[in-house]
């Protein structure tokens, strides 16, 4: 009842905006899902986390959401963007690191070697 009533008080405009939010949303996990079979799971998880990123972005710079807000609200928006930045930075940076190199072993010395040779039979 509620969401029916708050859905009929939106513009034309608003309600294309969330349409698009919404779908920018769930494009992302299906992105995101593509992505694993293909990518490695760090960045195929950065790729999802970017997408409310850019809705935040959206709403902020573009449509000016945090117009007449308190700066505590401002720097909890500014603050929660750059956590996000720093993770998908962080995520991109270790999927993209090389591995890490197996240690090598050293030859075996004949000292050290065991025996190869197949065990013989005795006859009774």
């Known amino acids: 009842r509620g969401f029916r009533r708050k859905v009929a008080n939106l513009g034309g405009a608003q309600f294309l905006v969330a349409a698009a939010c919404g779908f920018l949303n769930i494009w992302s996990i299906v992105t995101y899902f593509m992505a694993t079979t293909r990518l490695p799971t760090a960045v195929a998880f950065a790729i999802f986390l970017s997408t ?11 449509f000016r959401e945090l117009e007449g807000r308190d700066a505590g609200s401002r720097r909890t928006v500014y603050l929660i963007m750059a956590l996000y930045v720093i993770a998908i930075c962080v995520l991109a940076g270790n ?14 010395t004949p000292s050290t070697a065991t025996p190869t040779a197949a065990p013989t039979m005795v006859a009774p």
Do not use: M, W
């Open 52 to 62: 409310p990123l850019v809705s935040i972005s959206l709403g902020a710079c573009y």
């Open 95 to 108: 999927a993209l690191a090389p591995a890490p190199v197996a240690a090598t072993l050293a030859p075996a």
